[in-house]
């Protein structure tokens, strides 16, 4: 008896963090979009200004927890955090309190994702034959190749890059660690585009967020994308050798 009503209870204390963070997203989703706006910033910048002044390592540590929550639940407004920590603190040291206050949330979403399904989910796909088992062999054998790409690509939703690693048996030091730097080109763009938002704002306009899609921008990063491909053209190159 007590195996037979300890299994649901156990399945379900595994899946609990990860069904809040759908709720709590699926709530912020929508009540959340004015707070966690462009025009929110705009409108309030003279108040975290003058708070930012007065206390600014409260400042520092208010903002990179509410990221961390902001990522972590999956809630409108990544973006406007990133600006954010460019209007508050410049491009350096803004860009590093973005990439600490996501990596933490991200992480915090990826342990969830894997406590609740990842390792079940992870065996499953282990255990499976023909084209799922190649595929996830080939992730397998180019992890941090993958890992890295997924953060590179601007086009791959921040969400899902979140949640697909935790479905594949990634390590949670080689997921930090590639979330860390991955993200960190991105994170420099925006943040540097809300270093400028005091000019932006005092022109009456809206900030540029299309800037990462631009060539000087998105080509260095595709650079990026090209080097993370390397080790996986190596281990195709290794494959054909072999057969």
């Known amino acids: 008896m007590t195996d037979m009503t300890d299994a649901p209870k156990s399945g379900l204390a595994k899946r609990l963090p990860l069904i809040i963070i759908v709720i709590v997203a699926l709530i912020g989703a929508f009540t959340l979009k004015d707070f966690l706006s462009f025009e929110a910033l705009r409108d309030n910048r003279q108040m975290l200004i003058d708070f930012r002044d007065a206390n600014y390592f409260l400042t520092v540590l208010v903002f990179i927890a509410a990221y961390i929550v902001i990522v972590a639940f999956s809630l409108p407004g990544a973006t406007i955090a990133t600006l954010t920590g460019g209007f508050l603190f410049a491009t350096f040291p803004g860009a590093l309190f973005n990439v600490v206050g996501a990596t933490i949330g991200a992480t915090a979403i990826f342990l969830a994702a894997r406590w609740g399904f990842g390792d079940r989910l992870g065996a499953k796909l282990e255990g499976s034959e023909g084209a799922v088992k190649k595929i996830k062999d080939g992730i397998d054998e180019n992890q941090w190749s993958m890992l890295f790409i997924i953060r590179l690509v601007p ?13 594949l048996e990634v390590p949670t030091y080689r997921y930090v ?35 990462i899609f631009e060539p000087h921008i998105l080509l260095p990063i595709l650079g990026l994308v090209a080097l993370s491909l390397i080790p996986v053209a190596i281990n195709l190159l290794r494959g054909k050798k072999d057969v």
Do not use: M
Not at 155 to 167: E, G, W
Not at 198 to 211: H, K, S
């Open 177 to 211: 660690i590639s979330t860390f730097f991955g993200i960190i080109p991105g994170a420099v763009v925006y943040t540097s585009v809300g270093a400028g938002l005091g000019e932006v704002f005092a022109r009456g306009e809206t900030p540029n967020l299309g800037i």
């Open 155 to 167: 086009a791959v939703p921040f969400f899902i890059a979140n949640l697909v690693p935790s479905f």
